[in-house]
């Protein structure tokens, strides 16, 4: 990993993506889920509130118990989301975004967007795509 300035850990410290050693990858491929995105989204839009697990399941039509599970353990661990356990039987566990995790949210906005914006013309390039395939 590529240092600039500052110790590991603070700030200033910078990945290099091209460097295959470098951390970095394996962060974008847990931040570039869909998963990641819509947990995110639907955390955002709750905030300030925090959200049970149930609930969060219930905003993301198509996942499942563990993928939730799994997903929200990473952004956990990653500093991005904020987990709290109430003591009840069954404990009640709520979660919500930290500042971190809302300052990925803004940048996984401008993602959702654009492929909300432009899948028409994606949907367009992989029919032509195919079409190609199926001549050859």
Not at 60 to 66: A, E, I, Y
Not at 67 to 83: A, E, I, N, P, Q
Not at 104 to 133: C, F, K, P, Y
Request: aromatic letters at 4%.
């Amino acid at each position: 990993m590529t240092t600039r300035g500052a110790p590991a850990g603070g700030r200033g410290v910078r990945g290099d993506l091209f460097d295959p050693c470098c951390p970095t990858r394996q962060l974008l491929d847990r931040i570039g889920t869909k998963w990641t995105s819509m947990a995110v989204k639907a955390l955002a839009d709750a905030a300030p509130e925090e959200v049970r697990f149930a609930e969060l399941r219930r905003r993301m039509p198509g996942v499942s118990q563990k993928m939730l599970s799994v997903t929200l353990r990473s952004l956990t661990r990653d500093g991005l989301v904020s987990r709290r356990v109430e003591p009840a039987v069954p404990p009640r566990v709520f979660y919500r975004l930290t500042g971190l995790g809302m300052s990925l949210e803004a940048v996984l906005a401008g993602l959702r967007t654009w492929a909300e914006e432009h899948m028409a013309e994606i949907d367009r390039a992989n029919a032509a795509s195919d079409q190609e395939a199926d001549e050859d």
